[in-house]
């Protein structure tokens, strides 16, 4: 295998900046650009210790930058190869030049995600491990790190392991019966199977069912405020934001025309599509109508309908409470600092079916509660407790669900009392669904689609 180098750092100006290295010519190339302080020979450097020194132009002599280099030695290293990282000033000219030596001495430029996975076709992770690593880079939420942190130590792939073991302790009762038909342990293996195959997608129900909260860690929770003009959308939005510091992004959203804020409510991300910033964003005097709200609320997880609780429902309102009758939504009367507050008492807000709870935007009043209440519909509490093992993959969680089916269709077949072979056929299947999670027998086509998503120099 070539030896691949990469920028290692984000692009930009920044204190440091690493040029990392791997491969089995990674010493010698380092051994043509490097010159440590000390003159250290290459061959007597220790794995995990770092030197100081320059890194020079071969052909002109000519320093180009201070460095610190950190070896590590073959095969304690993240690929498992000979590597090298070289520390120098963050500057996108001083990377570029030292990159551009390793490239002259021999070393190729590497491929999104080919460090990772190095570590992984040599063996020194599986599959599912290598897809965490590109999930903790882009982790939005500590509870979605956290998940992806136990899925590199190898938690998911140990319990997958655990399932095909017993799968491939039936495989082998299942071959000594056809092998052995004189002995006619044919029954005893059905029953046996039966049993481990049972046990066996119930742990996969369970793991299927924990995508469900994996999902709400890793996208978030899309919301979308619906209410009048005046009812207080923007006051209420502004009330988050500044309720919460810990504002992970402020990004163009999904639709061409609506702006998205991400807050964090009790660890989970809160993606808020601002109607009321498109409002603003576009005229002053144009409203958002209701088609608008009804589209974006389609998609939406989350609907808060926001009312003016001094001002009686007008048609537009009640139209809002339509649209919010079939989905997960709360409902919050607004401007309760206020005196006349009528619709406590409105038959439709009492029988909607929704969580009410009174609110003042502009003083900040009743945050809280709302947050308390996003809390308990999406039981953000039960999410990721530390020892959970949480898919937050989709195609370990399609992989999974295949594998159910599988199990399933050996269990029909049993019951069916159909020819032991054929009950091997279906556990054979469930093996290589299982198998895939980890990276045993997947396409070259799925290695490089999965690869492909990694950023320069992971
Ligand atoms: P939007 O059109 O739905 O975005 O509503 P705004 O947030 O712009 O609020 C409309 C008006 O109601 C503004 O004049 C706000 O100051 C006022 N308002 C919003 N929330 C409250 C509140 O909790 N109490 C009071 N008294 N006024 C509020």
Redesign the pocket.
């Known amino acids: 295998m070539d030896t691949i180098v990469a920028i290692a750092t984000a692009p930009g100006i920044g204190g440091i900046g690493i040029v990392r290295m791997s491969g089995k010519d990674c010493f010698s190339i380092l051994e043509n650009i490097f010159v440590p302080k000390h003159k250290e020979n290459i061959e007597q450097i220790k794995g995990y210790t770092m030197k100081y020194g320059q890194i020079i132009s071969k052909e002109t002599g000519t320093v180009i930058d201070e460095v610190l280099v950190s070896y590590f030695k073959e095969p304690k290293s993240y690929t498992t190869e000979n590597m090298c990282e070289i520390n120098s000033h963050g500057g996108m000219i001083v990377l570029q030049k030292i990159l551009e030596e390793c490239l002259k001495n021999g070393a190729v430029l590497a491929e999104p995600g080919e460090f990772t996975k190095r570590a992984f076709l040599n063996g020194r992770i599986d599959l599912s491990q290598a897809e965490s690593v590109i999930d903790i880079i882009h982790a939005k939420s500590e509870k979605e790190l956290h998940a992806n942190m136990r899925q590199l130590e190898g938690y998911l792939s140990k319990e997958i392991r655990q399932i095909r073991k017993e799968l491939m302790d039936i495989m082998v009762d299942i071959e000594a019966s056809i092998d052995y038909p004189e002995y006619d342990v044919e029954e005893v293996t059905n029953a046996k199977a039966m049993q481990t195959l049972e046990h066996c997608k119930e742990k996969l129900q369970l793991l299927e069912k924990s995508f469900e909260n994996g999902k709400v860690v890793k996208e978030g929770i899309k919301t979308v405020i619906v ?10 939005l502004n009330a988050i934001l500044k309720e919460d510091r810990a504002i992970v992004t402020d990004i163009e959203g999904t639709t061409r025309d609506s702006i998205e804020e991400t807050v964090t409510v009790k660890g989970i991300p809160l993606h808020i599509i601002d109607t ?1 910033g498109i409002r603003k964003a576009k005229d002053q005097v144009e409203k958002i109508g209701i088609e608008k709200s009804k589209k974006l609320a389609k998609e939406a997880d989350l609907l808060i309908a ?1 009312f ?1 609780s001094t001002k009686e429902l007008t048609e537009e309102d009640l139209e809002i409470l339509h649209l919010i009758q079939d989905k997960t939504a709360i409902i919050l009367l ?5 005196e006349n507050n009528v619709l406590k008492q409105n038959p439709a807000i009492i029988h909607s079916g929704k969580t009410v709870i009174e ?5 900040r009043q009743g945050i809280e509660e709302l947050y308390n209440e996003i809390e308990r519909l999406f039981h953000l509490n039960e999410i990721a407790p530390q020892e959970e093992t949480m898919i937050t993959n989709i195609r370990h969680k399609t992989l999974i669900q295949k594998a159910e089916e599988n199990i399933q269709k050996a269990i029909e077949t049993i019951i069916m009392q159909m020819p032991i072979d054929i009950i091997a056929i279906a556990i054979k299947n469930a093996l290589e669904n299982l198998g895939e999670i980890i990276g045993e027998n997947v396409s070259e086509n799925i290695i490089k689609e999965i690869f492909s998503k990694f950023c320069l120099g992971k």
């Open positions: 209410g009048r003009p005046n009812a207080g959308k923007s006051s209420l009321a926001i003016d607004n401007k309760s600092d206020l609110i003042a935007a502009l003083q």
